[in-house]
């Protein structure tokens, strides 16, 4: 997107206003991998292992070492 350089207003050439759209996108919610992210820290997401920040080994060392006790 190019803005007018000689336009003080916040406008594209196109004539999008740049200020209404951010407005606009802090106001939809979460983007997709935020919700991504939600839904696999806070109900384990099937399938959403690539977005989790668990690290599998040390909870496998944390149940052995229980388990051993």
């Given at each position: 997107m190019k803005q007018?350089?000689?336009s003080k207003?916040?406008?594209t050439e196109a004539g999008t206003a740049i200020d209404k759209?951010?407005?606009?996108?802090d106001d939809?919610?979460?983007s997709y991998n935020e919700a991504m992210e939600y839904i696999a820290r806070t109900t384990g997401g099937q399938d959403t292992q690539f977005l989790s920040n668990t690290d599998v080994e040390t909870v496998r060392q944390q149940i052995q070492r229980s388990e051993e006790h």
């Amino acid at each position: 997107m190019k803005q007018h350089e000689h336009s003080k207003s916040n406008v594209t050439e196109a004539g999008t206003a740049i200020d209404k759209v951010k407005r606009q996108n802090d106001d939809s919610g979460m983007s997709y991998n935020e919700a991504m992210e939600y839904i696999a820290r806070t109900t384990g997401g099937q399938d959403t292992q690539f977005l989790s920040n668990t690290d599998v080994e040390t909870v496998r060392q944390q149940i052995q070492r229980s388990e051993e006790h």
